[in-house]
């Protein structure tokens, strides 16, 4: 055998060894579990773990596949979760992905759902309202505010009653059980009664021909009103005969009537004073006290008086004209009439108005009894728009919301008037063009709102009659006030806009205002400007306000903030100027005020973001 050879026979048994490129790597030990998956009734708490030393473990709980959540400490389980992990260790292959399935069946028993009675639903009346559940030891708890119920809220303890609309929502609570369900049942109260502070007139009868003459007083408040007590008068009524122009409560002739010692009126009812030659079943069967007060014809004013010294004589100083029914000028005023009170009344009127009342056809004496015009129908709150009428140069996002939950809205953009066959609002409008916005707001068993308009003028070319730049240096010098309430750093000038930030200062709670000149606003004024954020860091602030009473402090100054849009985040460098959008100054139309830029730095760590503004443009301002 020749000796190149075996010299190559001996370099592959020397060497050989160390050139072999595919060895196979060592592979880490596949996670652990424990506890094992299965099914459980409890929460489990699930530790991982494996035989490689210096191994990490990676884990997900949504059946995806891990590698970003690192395993540190035991993982609580309280759910059917799929949970799955592979474990990894520099220079070895990673482990084999391991799943384990948890199934939590939770064993304990649930509280019954409560039981709200009545049903839900659109009622004329107050509504007494019961709860109960079926577990028996288990506490209810309730809110009547849309919150939701909780061990700490109103405890029931036995029915409550509902006078206006209002959310019950229930939750039934008892140890060693789960809590039930959170129940909730919405009631419409379409006919709350008025209730007001104190008597008001609310009929009157003067007939034509005889003596079918009455007076009907309503008891509008939550109690009993006692009138008489023995000699204590709490009210009374009284006549002013043959009246002129001029004549007051304190003139001579005006004569006192006193109720009966033991007249009272109940809470929602009426007291009805009648004249005592009346031959009328309707005025004799609900009349409760005969009185000369009633011999008028047409042009006596008559008055109802809280007795404030209880002595049945009416003293200007103290006592108090509560209503009145006529007009004190000398007419016929009442002449052959019978009045009725509104619905829409709810109190007294020390002047008299014919527009309070209806008037009926004369001899009219069946309503005499019963002020059937107690209770009011509730209407929709009216709908308000997110941005005030006025002129803007861009497109405008329009949202519209009413206070009243429940209630639906409809708008149109055309001019015409909304109703329930209008476009129903469900998302915000964007106004593009000049546009007249009119919506209006409904709810089943409620009155609906009133119309409400918004003209929003889109003008793309609108001419702006104030510009700062800010491309040249001293804003000072056109009347730019620049100061530092907190450090020393301030807004400057730096290639052609405005800056401020307090970068490597040492002052990273850094405050400073630019303050605008005096600025007189007129009809649909409307600002825009340019921002731009550099190494954005959190906490730092820009703001952009408003005020009228600035001279010269700003920190005695009234300031009202706007909203704008601000530029976007850069975390590093310089990003992009961006609009503001158009800032309404709508709301300061013939006034002078000053627009203000307050930066406020982060107070993290001698790091803070740079802003720049430029390009401020308003509508309809004049310096």
């Not at 048994?13 to 030990?29: H, M, P, Q, R, Y």
């Not at 639906?408 to 008037?417: E, L």
């Not at 303050?515 to 004024?525: A, E, F, R, T």
Request: aromatic share 10%.
């Amino acid at each position: 055998m020749k000796k190149w050879v075996y010299a190559l026979m001996l370099s592959l048994l020397v060497f050989g060894g160390c050139i072999n490129e595919n060895a196979t790597k060592d592979k880490v030990s596949n996670p652990k579990v424990s506890p094992s998956a299965g099914t459980y009734t409890s929460t489990q708490t699930v530790t991982l773990l494996t035989d490689t030393d210096g191994a990490t473990i990676y884990y997900t709980l949504d059946g995806t596949k891990p590698g970003t959540i690192k395993y540190t400490a035991p993982i609580s389980i309280s759910t059917t979760t799929t949970l799955m992990a592979v474990a990894k260790k520099d220079g070895m292959d990673d482990s084999d992905v391991i799943t384990a399935k948890y199934v939590i069946q939770n064993s304990v028993e649930k509280v019954a759902a409560p039981v709200i009675t009545p049903a839900a639903g659109t009622y004329t009346t107050t509504q007494a309202i019961t709860i109960t559940t079926a577990t028996t030891g288990a506490s209810i708890y309730y809110t009547t505010d849309g919150t939701t119920p909780s061990v700490a809220s109103t405890k029931y303890t036995a029915a409550f009653n509902i006078t206006k609309t209002t959310t019950v929502k229930a939750i039934a609570i008892k140890d060693g059980m789960d809590n039930s369900d959170v129940v909730t049942a919405d009631y419409i109260i379409t006919a709350e009664v008025a209730k007001t502070a104190d008597l008001f007139f609310s009929e009157y009868v003067e007939c034509a021909g005889g003596n079918n003459k009455a007076l009907e007083v309503y008891n509008p408040t939550d109690s009993d009103i006692v009138l008489r007590t023995g000699d204590t008068n709490n009210y009374f009524m009284m006549k002013l005969g043959n009246t002129t122009a001029g004549d007051t409560w304190a003139s001579s002739n005006a004569k006192p009537f006193l109720f009966a010692d033991g007249n009272s009126i109940k809470s929602g009812e009426v007291f009805v004073v009648y004249n005592a030659g009346a031959d009328d079943l309707n005025i004799t069967s609900t009349g409760d006290l005969a009185s000369t007060i009633t011999y008028y014809n047409g042009n006596d004013d008559l008055a109802l008086v809280k007795d404030v010294n209880h002595n049945g004589t009416y003293e200007a100083d103290t006592d108090k004209v509560i209503d009145v029914i006529g007009k004190m000028d000398g007419t016929d005023w009442g002449k052959d009439t019978t009045l009725e009170r509104k619905a829409t009344v709810t109190t007294g009127n020390t002047t008299f108005n014919l527009d309070e009342w209806n008037v009926l056809p004369t001899n009219t004496f069946d309503h005499i009894g019963a002020f059937t015009g107690r209770t009011v129908v509730l209407p929709v709150i009216n709908p308000e728009f997110s941005l005030a009428s006025g002129t803007y140069t861009t497109t405008q996002a329009i949202t519209i919301t009413t206070a009243t939950t429940g209630a639906s809205i409809y708008y149109t953009i055309d001019g015409t008037t909304p109703s329930a066959i209008s476009t129903k609002y469900t998302a915000a409008l964007n106004i593009s063009t000049t546009t007249t916005v009119k919506a209006i707001g409904i709810k089943d068993g409620l009155v609906s709102s009133s119309v409400v308009t918004a003209v929003y003028v889109i003008d793309t070319n609108a001419t702006p009659t104030y510009e700062e730049s800010f491309a040249v240096d001293k804003f000072e010098d056109r009347g730019w006030a620049i100061t530092a309430e907190a450090g020393t750093k301030k807004w400057y000038y730096s290639s052609g806009v405005a800056k401020m930030g307090a970068y490597k200062s040492g002052e990273d709670s850094n405050i400073s205002w630019m303050v605008s000149p005096k600025l007189s606003i007129g009809d649909s004024s409307v600002m825009t400007f340019e921002s731009a954020q550099g190494y954005s860091k959190d906490g730092t602030e820009l703001k952009v306000l408003v005020s009228e009473d600035y001279s010269g402090d700003t920190a005695t100054a009234t300031w009202t903030e706007l909203t704008f849009v601000l530029a976007d985040e850069s975390a590093s460098g310089y990003g992009d100027f961006k609009s503001s959008g158009d800032v309404s100054l709508a709301d300061y139309k013939d006034k002078n005020i000053v627009v203000a830029f307050k930066y406020i730095g982060s107070g993290n760590n001698n790091q803070t973001t740079t802003y720049e503004i430029k390009n401020l443009k308003i509508v309809n301002a004049t310096k």
